[in-house]
T-cell receptor, first 115, second 116 residues
Framework: DTEVTQTPKHLVMGMTNKKSLKCEQH?????MYWYKQKAKKPPELMFV???????INESVPSRFSPECPNSSLLNLHLHALQPEDSALYLC??????????????FGPGTRLTVL | AQSVTQLGSHVSVSEGALVLLRCNYS??????LFWYVQYPNQGLQLLLK??????LVKGINGFEAEFKKSETSFHLTKPSAHMSDAAEYFC??????????????FGKGTHLIIQP
């Protein structure tokens, strides 16, 4: 298995809803990432988990709450989002470090629309 | 802090012509540089990466890039464009200080258009 999967592909939610995005990989990778990509913009890093511990939080609002229950699974819990949070949310994973920076493998993304 | 600048938000070439997408980096430490491609409504796929082993890096789909420290550049080239190359291309950088789990900083992207 050489891919990163993300569910759901599309999500529409109201500003008072609570929802979760799921990301899964079975490549033995030990680092996992969440990026946010607005339309016609580059991806922006949100969170990094290394060995299931949160290692980077790029000052993301608390309405986004990441969780890494095990080495294969990464969740992003969403609560009280704003319309400007509508975007493509990309998950990525990378192998255990072998010196330097390892390649990040991206999933297809979840397209989120907040009404 | 590291950053990359991609010159040209849109590049248009004829099918069969040379593709040249420009990327310049700014980093206080030796950078790790990447080129990713994104097709509409899809995630990102790695084309190639520079990690100091060789200055000329060959990637997938006939793409290659040359790291030039003197010019702080990492331009992406392909000798002959195919219609299937039409996509968004992102240059990205990491400084490698996160023990292997480093976030990437992306350029603004270049939209490659292939004219028949």
């Amino acid at each position: 298995d050489t891919e990163v999967t993300q569910t759901p592909k599309h999500l529409v939610m109201g500003m008072t809803n609570k929802k979760s995005l799921k990301c899964e990989q079975h490549m033995g990778h030990r680092a996992m990432y969440w990026y946010k990509q607005k339309a016609k913009k580059p991806p922006e890093l949100m969170f990094v988990y290394s060995y299931e511990k949160l290692s980077i939080n790029e000052s993301v609002p608390s309405r986004f709450s990441p969780e890494c229950p095990n080495s294969s699974l990464l969740n992003l819990h969403l609560h009280a989002l704003q319309p400007e949070d509508s975007a493509l949310y990309l998950c990525a994973s990378s192998p255990p470090p072998s010196g330097g920076v390892d390649t990040q493998y991206f999933g297809p993304g979840t397209r989120l629309t907040v009404l | 802090a590291q950053s990359v600048t991609q010159l040209g938000s849109h590049v248009s070439v004829s099918e069969g012509a040379l593709v040249l997408l420009r990327c310049n980096y700014s980093s206080s430490v030796p950078p790790y540089l990447f080129w990713y491609v994104q097709y509409p409504n899809q995630g990102l796929q790695l084309l190639l990466k520079y990690t100091s082993a060789a200055t000329l890096v060959k990637g997938i789909n006939g793409f290659e890039a040359e790291f030039k420290k003197s010019e702080t550049s990492f331009h992406l080239t392909k000798p002959s464009a195919h219609m299937s190359d039409a996509a968004e291309y992102f240059c990205a950088v990491s400084d490698g200080t996160g023990g292997g789990a480093d976030g990437l900083t992306f350029g603004k992207g270049t939209h490659l258009i292939i004219q028949p």
